[in-house]
């Protein structure tokens, strides 16, 4: 990978997401309608500007015609994109390197899932063999990472439940002042301790919600950008790295950290030139689909040292007041997690707060902000890293 | 002559009280407590249990001959024992057969065995008979019925020889269960008893002493099938031996009538405490007749692994009534809504037989490393295509690392996602069953069993669990 060759060349000049939540009364063509309109009329770009597009879906598309058909995209190039959570943020990093490459000036992305329509609580199971991989689900698969991690830094189970449960009440206050948020109300520590178990640790209050939305975004050449919009935002890095699924068969991953995820924090902090995230990244969104998740994610991705991710949540580091304000639209606990949308709703925040026009939840002054999704499970990760920033 | 080489026994983790039957429905209790085959057990994996008993210590590829027995057998089209040795990992030429749908197949197929190993077509047999059968909920064979397997393997050598033999058939209506009757039914018991169990008992012990000119003197030991407790005590009144003294425990308070698989069950019992020079006749009953006289002449063969009928007795867990309604699927239970795992490939499965069906794993000619599932390219050196394949189904493992999952489905939950370090350096990554979800901690020692997974596309699933050792 070569430093620095995708910093600043792709700008993002509008945005667009759905309310996330339960839309009974809306199709996947519908979701994809309000959220790019939204992104069209946020940049000022009509459909015929639209050079080609990539559309992320877990198991909502069946191609990038999902796309074409709602909003009658006649004839451009269009790529559906699925890599699990990671599927919408991964949407977006190959459309920027279309972008960067010279061969678009402008194009869309959209990520969209309709979770609600299965009439199932929960995801779906996803089985990697249809005899042997059957049984598990994500809270159980998410939840293995607490033995080991607590046990590796000496914290004792109870600490670390807790810690859980200040992430989650942090994220639902958070979700209070976003009005597009899944949950709109705030929890207390309390509630989430004595939450029904789901999977040790993971309570209910643990856990994300099944959602359905959908986010997207125009991007063009960072020369360009100007002309749609003063305060557009600059890609400055990606990171993606794909897990081989050491977890299951390698008896040395010992599920006490998150190698994957510490791999695509490295490929986009080199790519942006940060040397130091905790103190350079101003705003970061992180997949909590599993508060296990977000306190384990905080030491792969340099927030903190590795074991001290509960004495930081004890100190309010992540707070909307905090050192370095994570999750500050709610995360996918309190603003909802339907899978190919999170990626770029985490963009869209970030798209938000760069620009100071996060109402209520505006974090002071950003300049940088991370969004990290969270594909797979740990044992088998696939995480993919954005760094964004405000122009120059 | 003909041989018990080897035994081996299975009996199911759970047990179920006689008196928490009669505290859901009245009535008096039998006493002790029967078997109970958890949810993800039939009668194939209780076989594939007992013979991998019997065969600790033995090298499976003599074996050449897999005879299963079962009325309880879960197709009507497909032949179990070929599933069994599939699971065992036995040679491609072993002949296989099922023997089914009678209380006497168990000793049908020790007959059969023994036929062949005299006519000289087979050196090693394995015997092996199975049953979880079903009363009907509030039934008499609710209580009496219990669940469990045996294994022996019949060799034209062994420490327990099998002397003179004996046969009748009989027809009567006893007791039965037809094609889409669930549990098993009976006609009045007084008739059943005395004209069918007892009357033919009695007729076969009398023929087979007067055709060899034996005495019962002649025997030490009688192990004798009998429909429940009170009939075998009216047996060994009836034939005038000692039920304290010269007459095998039926496991009756322990582990219930066992069905195809009780005759056996209590022979390897026998076997377990037999003694040098001891004489036993083995009687079985169930549409005739089956008698086969057996001397202990050494000391029998125990591997040091095997646990036997002793062995699986030690180690069980209590359930509740409900809880047994649950796990034997005699109440539709819900299961939460969530989307049913309803997909198999008969295609992925036989692609993959060798992992599924003998757990295998790759081992890296290269390096030495070991994976599960098996491995093409090396994780360690990148060796492509330089493996062999070793199964690690009699291994133990430590478990490294596992959670409680509440939201999968299961008849038995919290689902048991348990990651297990293998003895040789392979991880396992799968399920935990016959366990206390409350005393699973890290490290826990585990072994390996072979259990069905689903029902998916009509069709059953099965592979290895791990469970807590026993």
């Known amino acids: 990978m070569r430093a620095g060759a995708i910093k600043d060349k792709v700008a993002i000049i509008g945005m667009g997401c759905t309310k996330f939540g339960e839309h009974w009364n809306m199709s996947v063509e519908d979701l994809l309608i309000e959220a790019v309109y939204e992104a069209y009329a946020d940049a000022g770009v009509e459909p015929k500007d639209i050079e080609a597009a990539w559309l992320g879906s877990v198991g909502s598309a069946f191609t990038g015609g999902t796309l074409a058909t709602p909003l009658k995209l006649k004839y451009i190039p269009i790529t559906r994109v699925e890599n699990a959570c990671a599927t919408g943020m991964d949407a977006l990093r190959n459309a920027c390197f279309a972008v960067a490459c010279g061969l678009y000036d402008l194009v869309l992305v959209a990520g969209v899932e309709k979770l609600k329509d299965s009439g199932y609580a929960g995801l779906p199971e996803f089985y990697f063999h249809p005899v042997y991989g059957q049984g598990f689900t994500a809270p159980g698969r998410w939840a293995l990472i607490a033995n080991r991690y607590f046990l590796a830094h000496g914290i004792n189970p109870e600490d670390g439940k807790r810690a859980l449960a200040k992430i989650a009440v942090k994220n639902h206050r958070n979700g209070t002042l976003s009005p597009k948020a899944h949950f709109q109300r705030e929890i207390t520590t309390e509630q989430a301790l004595q939450a029904p178990i789901i999977a040790w640790p993971l309570g209910l209050f643990d856990c994300c919600p099944t959602t359905d939305g959908a986010a997207a975004a125009i991007i063009c050449r960072a020369d360009m950008a100007s002309s749609f919009k003063d305060d557009y935002v600059l890609v400055k890095g990606f990171g993606l790295a794909v897990g081989p699924g050491l977890g299951k068969e390698d008896i040395d991953y010992k599920y006490d950290h998150l190698p994957e995820t510490e791999a695509a924090a490295r490929q986009a902090y080199e790519a942006a030139g940060i040397k130091n995230p905790r103190r350079e990244i101003s705003v970061a969104q992180v997949h909590d689909c599993f508060t296990i998740a977000e306190l384990t994610e905080y030491e792969a991705l340099g927030f903190c040292e590795r074991g001290k991710a509960v004495e930081e949540v004890e100190a309010g580091t992540f707070t909307l007041e905090g050192e370095l304000p994570v999750n500050t639209d709610g995360g996918l606990k309190a603003f909802g997690h339907p899978l190919a949308a999170t990626g770029l709703r985490m963009c869209n925040e970030l798209y938000l707060q760069l620009r100071g026009k996060a109402g209520p939840r505006q974090v002071k002054n950003p300049t940088l902000g991370l969004a990290m999704a969270q594909g797979g499970h740990p044992g088998m990760l696939l995480p993919v890293i954005t760094i964004l920033g405000c122009r120059d | ?470």
């Open chain 2, 1 to 470: 002559m003909p041989a018990i080489k080897s035994t081996g026994a299975y009996i199911p983790y759970y047990r179920l009280k006689r008196e928490e039957i009669a505290r859901a429905w009245g009535g008096g209790a039998q006493k002790g407590e029967k078997a109970v085959a958890n949810f993800d057990e039939d009668s194939i994996t209780l076989a594939v249990e007992s013979a991998r008993d019997c065969l600790q210590g033995i090298d499976r590829r003599t074996v050449d001959g897999l005879y299963f027995a079962t009325t309880t057998s879960p197709y009507r089209e497909k032949q179990c024992a070929a599933i069994v040795a599939a699971a065992l990992g036995l040679k491609k030429n072993v002949f296989t057969a099922d023997f089914t749908d009678s209380l006497r197949a168990g000793t049908n197929a020790l007959r059969a065995a023994l036929d062949a190993l005299k006519a000289g077509t087979a050196q090693n047999i394995l015997v092996i008979a199975a049953d979880c059968r079903l009363g009907a909920p509030g039934s008499d064979f609710e209580q009496t019925f219990g669940d469990g397997s045996a294994a022996l393997l019949v060799s034209s050598e062994g420490s327990v020889s099998f002397g003179a033999s004996y046969t009748h058939a009989s027809e009567i209506i006893d007791q039965w269960r037809t094609e889409n009757q669930p549990f098993v039914k009976m006609w009045e018991d007084r008739f059943v008893y005395t004209q069918g169990y007892l009357a033919n008992v009695k007729e076969a012990l009398s023929a087979y002493l007067k055709e060899n000119d034996h005495a019962l003197q002649d025997y030490h030991k009688f192990i004798i099938y009998a429909p429940d407790s009170r009939r075998h005590q009216e047996a060994c009144r009836m034939l005038k031996v000692d039920s304290q003294v010269q007459v095998q425990d039926p496991l009756f308070e322990v582990v219930g009538n066992t069905g195809a698989a009780f005759a056996l069950m209590m022979l390897v019992a026998a076997i377990e405490e037999a003694s040098a020079g001891q004489r036993m006749l083995l009687i079985n009953y169930g549409d005739g007749c089956d008698l086969f006289a057996l001397e202990v002449e050494g000391e029998p063969f125990v591997a040091k692994e095997r646990k036997g009928v002793k062995g699986y007795l030690k180690s069980k867990k209590y359930l509740s009534y409900e809880k047994y309604l649950r796990v034997r699927k005699l109440l539709e239970v819900e299961m939460g809504r969530r989307r049913p795992p309803l997909v198999s490939s008969a295609v992925a499965i036989n692609r993959d037989r060798k992992m599924i069906y003998s757990l295998h794993a790759s081992e890296c000619t290269n390096c030495g490393r070991a994976f599960f599932p098996p491995q093409r390219v090396c994780l360690y050196c990148r060796a492509k295509d330089q493996f062999r394949e070793i199964s690690f189904s009699e291994r133990k493992g430590k478990l490294f690392n596992f959670c409680l999952d509440e939201l999968a489905q299961s008849s038995d939950p919290p689902v048991i996602v348990s990651l297990v370090d293998v003895e040789g350096g392979l991880r396992f990554y799968g399920q935990m069953t016959d366990r206390d979800p409350e005393q699973i901690e890290l490290d826990l020692p585990v072994e390996f069993t072979f259990r069905k997974m689903s029902e998916a596309e009509g069709f059953h699933n099965y592979f290895w669990k791990c469970r807590p050792i026993r």
